[in-house]
Protein backbone atom coordinates (compact mmCIF):
# COMPACT_ATOMS: atom_id res chain seq x y z
CA UNK A 1 0.00 0.00 0.00
CA UNK A 2 1.53 3.50 -0.91
CA UNK A 3 2.43 5.42 1.83
CA UNK A 4 2.78 9.05 1.30
CA UNK A 5 4.61 11.80 3.76
CA UNK A 6 4.55 14.90 3.87
CA UNK A 7 7.15 17.34 5.95
CA UNK A 8 6.88 19.65 7.56
CA UNK A 9 3.61 19.50 8.84
CA UNK A 10 3.12 23.19 9.67
CA UNK A 11 5.65 25.75 8.83
CA UNK A 12 5.48 29.62 9.18
CA UNK A 13 7.63 31.56 7.34
CA UNK A 14 7.68 35.89 6.53
CA UNK A 15 6.70 37.23 3.47
CA UNK A 16 9.52 37.27 0.71
CA UNK A 17 11.15 33.78 1.74
CA UNK A 18 11.57 30.86 -0.59
CA UNK A 19 10.40 28.02 0.83
CA UNK A 20 10.57 24.53 0.11
CA UNK A 21 7.84 21.69 0.69
CA UNK A 22 8.65 17.87 0.62
CA UNK A 23 6.82 15.01 -0.01
CA UNK A 24 7.54 10.86 -0.21
CA UNK A 25 6.03 8.23 -1.19
CA UNK A 26 6.77 4.46 -1.13
CA UNK A 27 5.98 2.85 -3.66
CA UNK A 28 7.54 4.22 -6.56
CA UNK A 29 5.33 2.62 -9.40
CA UNK A 30 3.48 5.93 -9.88
CA UNK A 31 2.34 7.08 -13.39
CA UNK A 32 2.06 10.78 -12.19
CA UNK A 33 2.61 12.92 -8.59
CA UNK A 34 0.16 15.77 -8.54
CA UNK A 35 0.61 19.09 -6.18
CA UNK A 36 -2.19 20.76 -4.19
CA UNK A 37 -3.73 23.38 -2.51
CA UNK A 38 -6.26 23.60 -0.11
CA UNK A 39 -8.15 26.62 1.52
CA UNK A 40 -9.22 25.89 4.91
CA UNK A 41 -12.96 24.24 4.09
CA UNK A 42 -12.88 23.80 0.76
CA UNK A 43 -12.04 21.95 -1.87
CA UNK A 44 -8.37 20.92 -3.33
CA UNK A 45 -6.88 23.04 -6.08
CA UNK A 46 -4.16 21.48 -8.74
CA UNK A 47 -1.23 23.33 -8.55
CA UNK A 48 0.81 21.47 -10.70
CA UNK A 49 1.15 17.70 -12.43
CA UNK A 50 4.27 15.89 -13.12
CA UNK A 51 4.27 12.71 -15.23
CA UNK A 52 6.82 9.54 -14.04
CA UNK A 53 8.47 10.16 -16.89
CA UNK A 54 9.26 14.06 -16.04
CA UNK A 55 11.70 15.76 -13.68
CA UNK A 56 9.91 19.16 -12.87
CA UNK A 57 7.38 21.05 -13.42
CA UNK A 58 6.69 24.86 -13.27
CA UNK A 59 4.08 26.99 -12.62
CA UNK A 60 4.94 30.94 -12.40
CA UNK A 61 6.42 31.15 -8.37
CA UNK A 62 5.80 27.30 -8.25
CA UNK A 63 8.45 24.62 -9.37
CA UNK A 64 7.65 20.86 -8.95
CA UNK A 65 10.41 18.31 -9.01
CA UNK A 66 10.07 14.61 -8.73
CA UNK A 67 12.67 11.86 -8.49
CA UNK A 68 10.95 8.64 -8.77
CA UNK A 69 13.49 6.38 -7.79
CA UNK A 70 14.12 7.78 -4.53
CA UNK A 71 10.28 8.07 -3.72
CA UNK A 72 10.46 11.90 -3.58
CA UNK A 73 9.10 15.03 -4.66
CA UNK A 74 9.42 18.75 -3.74
CA UNK A 75 7.36 21.75 -4.20
CA UNK A 76 9.74 25.11 -4.39
CA UNK A 77 7.89 28.33 -4.13
CA UNK A 78 9.86 31.50 -4.90
CA UNK A 79 9.52 34.82 -3.01
CA UNK A 80 6.08 33.52 -0.49
CA UNK A 81 3.38 35.57 0.31
CA UNK A 82 0.59 36.28 2.45
CA UNK A 83 -1.92 34.77 0.02
CA UNK A 84 0.09 31.50 -0.21
CA UNK A 85 -0.96 31.08 3.24
CA UNK A 86 -3.04 27.63 2.88
CA UNK A 87 -2.56 23.38 2.97
CA UNK A 88 -0.47 21.94 0.30
CA UNK A 89 -0.92 18.27 -0.26
CA UNK A 90 1.17 15.97 -2.35
CA UNK A 91 -0.29 12.70 -4.15
CA UNK A 92 0.70 10.13 -5.95
CA UNK A 93 -1.55 8.01 -8.92
CA UNK A 94 -0.86 4.87 -9.48
CA UNK A 95 -3.44 3.88 -11.57
CA UNK A 96 -7.28 5.32 -10.24
CA UNK A 97 -6.95 6.75 -7.19
CA UNK A 98 -5.17 9.71 -5.44
CA UNK A 99 -3.05 8.54 -2.39
CA UNK A 100 -2.65 11.54 -0.11
CA UNK A 101 -0.35 12.95 1.89
CA UNK A 102 -1.46 14.54 5.40
CA UNK A 103 -0.54 17.79 3.95
CA UNK A 104 1.97 20.82 5.22
CA UNK A 105 0.11 23.82 6.81
CA UNK A 106 2.31 27.05 5.75
CA UNK A 107 1.46 30.33 7.25
CA UNK A 108 3.27 33.56 4.85
CA UNK A 109 3.15 36.55 7.55
CA UNK A 110 3.31 40.19 6.26
CA UNK B 1 -18.46 28.22 -14.70
CA UNK B 2 -17.33 24.37 -16.22
CA UNK B 3 -15.67 23.22 -13.16
CA UNK B 4 -16.59 20.19 -10.43
CA UNK B 5 -19.75 21.16 -8.54
CA UNK B 6 -21.23 19.89 -5.63
CA UNK B 7 -24.60 20.08 -3.94
CA UNK B 8 -24.85 20.66 -0.76
CA UNK B 9 -22.22 22.19 0.45
CA UNK B 10 -22.86 21.33 4.08
CA UNK B 11 -25.67 19.09 5.60
CA UNK B 12 -26.11 18.81 9.66
CA UNK B 13 -28.22 15.73 10.31
CA UNK B 14 -29.26 13.70 13.02
CA UNK B 15 -27.25 10.01 13.69
CA UNK B 16 -29.52 7.27 12.20
CA UNK B 17 -30.25 9.22 9.53
CA UNK B 18 -30.05 8.90 5.93
CA UNK B 19 -28.43 11.41 3.41
CA UNK B 20 -27.36 11.85 -0.23
CA UNK B 21 -24.93 14.30 -1.65
CA UNK B 22 -25.10 15.07 -5.10
CA UNK B 23 -21.53 15.76 -7.83
CA UNK B 24 -21.59 17.23 -11.31
CA UNK B 25 -18.39 16.94 -13.00
CA UNK B 26 -16.86 18.91 -15.49
CA UNK B 27 -19.16 17.51 -18.73
CA UNK B 28 -17.06 15.83 -20.97
CA UNK B 29 -15.11 13.86 -18.31
CA UNK B 30 -15.34 10.50 -17.99
CA UNK B 31 -14.35 9.51 -14.73
CA UNK B 32 -15.80 10.56 -11.60
CA UNK B 33 -14.21 10.02 -8.09
CA UNK B 34 -15.71 10.54 -4.54
CA UNK B 35 -12.85 11.06 -1.31
CA UNK B 36 -13.65 11.47 2.20
CA UNK B 37 -11.70 13.79 4.41
CA UNK B 38 -11.29 14.18 8.00
CA UNK B 39 -9.63 16.70 10.11
CA UNK B 40 -5.79 17.04 9.55
CA UNK B 41 -5.70 13.95 6.63
CA UNK B 42 -5.59 14.17 3.43
CA UNK B 43 -8.36 13.01 1.09
CA UNK B 44 -8.99 9.00 1.22
CA UNK B 45 -10.17 7.55 -2.15
CA UNK B 46 -13.82 5.73 -1.69
CA UNK B 47 -15.05 5.04 -5.09
CA UNK B 48 -15.13 5.61 -8.84
CA UNK B 49 -16.53 5.17 -11.96
CA UNK B 50 -15.77 5.83 -15.45
CA UNK B 51 -18.99 6.44 -17.55
CA UNK B 52 -21.22 4.91 -15.76
CA UNK B 53 -19.64 1.58 -14.32
CA UNK B 54 -18.71 1.45 -10.72
CA UNK B 55 -15.18 -0.19 -10.92
CA UNK B 56 -13.61 0.56 -7.53
CA UNK B 57 -14.81 0.39 -4.24
CA UNK B 58 -12.84 0.93 -0.93
CA UNK B 59 -13.08 -0.72 2.09
CA UNK B 60 -13.67 2.04 3.76
CA UNK B 61 -16.97 2.04 1.81
CA UNK B 62 -19.20 -0.06 4.21
CA UNK B 63 -22.41 -1.15 3.44
CA UNK B 64 -23.93 1.61 4.19
CA UNK B 65 -22.68 3.72 1.60
CA UNK B 66 -23.67 3.51 -1.97
CA UNK B 67 -22.90 5.95 -5.24
CA UNK B 68 -24.64 5.67 -8.34
CA UNK B 69 -23.49 7.66 -11.35
CA UNK B 70 -26.54 7.18 -14.02
CA UNK B 71 -26.47 7.64 -17.43
CA UNK B 72 -22.72 8.44 -16.73
CA UNK B 73 -22.92 11.99 -15.63
CA UNK B 74 -23.96 13.26 -12.44
CA UNK B 75 -23.19 11.37 -9.51
CA UNK B 76 -24.60 10.60 -6.04
CA UNK B 77 -23.46 9.07 -3.13
CA UNK B 78 -25.95 7.70 -0.07
CA UNK B 79 -25.00 7.48 3.58
CA UNK B 80 -27.68 4.97 5.24
CA UNK B 81 -28.10 5.42 9.51
CA UNK B 82 -25.41 7.82 9.61
CA UNK B 83 -22.88 7.28 12.82
CA UNK B 84 -20.86 10.42 13.76
CA UNK B 85 -17.90 8.95 12.66
CA UNK B 86 -19.44 9.54 8.91
CA UNK B 87 -18.69 13.53 10.10
CA UNK B 88 -16.35 14.22 7.34
CA UNK B 89 -16.00 16.77 3.95
CA UNK B 90 -17.08 14.59 1.18
CA UNK B 91 -15.11 15.39 -2.05
CA UNK B 92 -15.91 14.76 -5.40
CA UNK B 93 -13.28 14.64 -8.30
CA UNK B 94 -13.65 14.18 -12.00
CA UNK B 95 -11.06 13.34 -15.04
CA UNK B 96 -10.48 12.48 -18.37
CA UNK B 97 -7.72 10.20 -19.13
CA UNK B 98 -6.50 11.12 -22.79
CA UNK B 99 -2.95 9.66 -24.16
CA UNK B 100 -2.18 8.00 -20.24
CA UNK B 101 -2.57 11.56 -19.33
CA UNK B 102 -4.95 12.34 -16.66
CA UNK B 103 -5.58 15.25 -13.93
CA UNK B 104 -8.21 15.16 -11.08
CA UNK B 105 -10.12 17.85 -11.08
CA UNK B 106 -11.83 18.73 -7.16
CA UNK B 107 -15.29 20.02 -6.91
CA UNK B 108 -15.85 22.35 -3.50
CA UNK B 109 -16.71 19.56 -1.38
CA UNK B 110 -20.00 18.65 1.33
CA UNK B 111 -19.26 19.05 4.67
CA UNK B 112 -21.32 16.35 6.75
CA UNK B 113 -21.63 16.47 10.31
CA UNK B 114 -23.67 14.26 12.21
CA UNK B 115 -24.98 14.88 15.62
Known amino acids: KQEVTQIPAALSVPEGENLVLNCSFTDSAIYNLQWFRQDPGKGLTSLLLIQSSQREQTSGRLNASLDKSSGRSTLYIAASQPGDSATYLC?????????FGKGTSLLVTP | DTGVSQNPRHKITKRGQNVTFRCDPISEHNRLYWYRQTLGQGPEFLTYFQNEAQLEKSRLLSDRFSAERPKGSFSTLEIQRTEQGDSAMYLC?????????????FGPGTRLLVL
Open chain 2, 93 to 105: ASSLRQLGRETQY
Open chain 1, 91 to 99: ATNSGYALN
